[in-house]
Nanobody, 119 residues
């Protein structure tokens, strides 16, 4: 599956952005999707994830500020980011994964989209 991320940009602290990730095929067969981010000099980290069943999980640093959602009809996944902080600045990547019957996980990545938070 190919993923196309969009929606990054530059905002002031306290502002909002909405990231979108479009999949090239139905996401109904995908086990889960998520958003990761990587700031300069840091490792890529999971920001938010959503399973095929709709369960969500968030990094502690974004809980209460970010909301992940997906639309199976549109094959899209979004990340609504509110009350952005300078430490949220990073390149954000959308991810999708499947798990084979043998338990092997396959990850698919979109291109990154840059989020800048500064005054």
């Amino acid at each position: 599956v190919q993923l196309q991320a969009s929606g990054g940009g530059s905002v002031q602290p306290g502002g909002s952005l909405r990231l979108s990730c479009a999949a090239s095929r139905s996401i109904s067969s995908i086990n889960g999707m998520g958003w990761y981010r990587q700031a300069p000099g840091k490792q890529r980290e999971l920001v938010a994830g959503i399973t095929s069943g709709g369960s969500t999980n968030y990094a502690a640093s974004v809980k209460g500020r970010f909301t992940i959602s997906r639309d199976k009809d549109q094959n899209t996944m979004d990340l609504q980011m509110n009350n952005l902080k300078p430490e949220d600045a990073a390149v954000y990547y959308c991810n999708a994964y499947t798990v084979s019957v043998w338990g092997v996980r396959y990850d698919y990545w979109g291109q990154g989209t840059l989020v800048t938070v500064s005054s």
